[in-house]
């Protein structure tokens, strides 16, 4: 079982979409990274969240450490939100990220 | 937030030859992370790059076939030796910003697309 797991690996939505990506992990963490990867590779750090909720523009990110997951939410979605979204988590005392298997957003007008 | 470029960004070599690839960042920053993502897979992270010191490899991974160069705080390089088709990756660097008020992100450069013939 991988430690980061999320959920699901590949959405399709119609633009205006609510969407909602689930991230799931099974070690300790500092903190939790959301990030975005364009179809060239290019990687954008979205939101790292220790707790509690974040919000950028139309992306919302939660997370809950108890239950040890996390949502990342776009709201009104848009073909240019099309492109794989990464959950990684910091281990706790240490500078290393373990990475989830990535969402394929493709979001169609 | 750092700003970080890579060179190449992509490229199509032999196999059994060499490729070098570029990370340099805005700000000077400690510590700098090599990542490989083979193809349909998420990010592996190859090692781990100080200023002054030699790298930290992960399990599988070893300075033979990967070394690694950190001149200085803004600088580095990875080089992929002896390249095989299963070489063929986006090879990524990233950066820890410890920015104030105790917190910290990841930068990620924009990557090398590297195909192996």
């Known amino acids: 079982k991988n430690e980061v797991e999320q959920s699901p690996q590949n959405l399709t939505a119609q633009e205006g979409e609510f969407i909602t990506i689930n991230c799931s992990y099974s070690?300790?963490?500092?903190?939790l990274h959301w990030l975005q990867q364009h179809p060239g590779g290019g990687i954008v750090s979205l939101f790292m969240?220790?707790?509690g909720k974040k919000k950028h523009g139309r992306l919302i990110a939660t997370i809950n450490i108890q239950e040890k997951h996390s949502s990342l939410h776009i709201t009104a979605s848009h073909p240019r939100d099309s492109a794989v979204y990464i959950c990684?988590?910091?281990?706790?005392?240490?500078?290393?990220?373990?990475f989830g298997t990535g969402t394929r957003l493709q979001v169609f007008p | 937030s750092a700003v970080i470029s890579q060179k190449p960004s992509r490229d199509i070599c032999q196999r059994g030859t060499s490729l070098t690839i570029q990370c340099q960042v805005d700000?000077?920053?400690?510590?700098m992370f090599w990542y490989r993502q083979q193809p349909g897979q998420s990010l592996t992270l190859i090692a781990t790059?100080?200023?002054?010191?030699?790298?930290?490899?992960e399990s599988g991974f070893v300075i033979d076939k990967f070394p690694i160069s950190r001149p200085n705080l803004t600088f580095s390089t990875l080089t992929v030796s002896n390249l095989s088709p299963e070489d063929s990756s986006i090879y990524l660097c990233?950066?820890?910003?410890?920015?104030?008020?105790?917190?910290?992100?990841?930068?990620f450069g924009p990557g090398t697309r590297l195909l192996v013939l």
């Open positions: 990233s950066v820890e910003d410890h920015g104030g008020a105790n917190w910290e992100t990841q930068y």
């Open positions: 969240l220790s707790s």
């Open positions: 070690v300790g963490i500092s903190a």
């Open positions: 990684a988590v910091g281990l706790y005392n240490t500078d290393k990220l373990i």
């Open positions: 790059a100080n200023q002054g010191s030699e790298a930290t490899y």
């Open positions: 700000s000077q920053v400690t510590m």
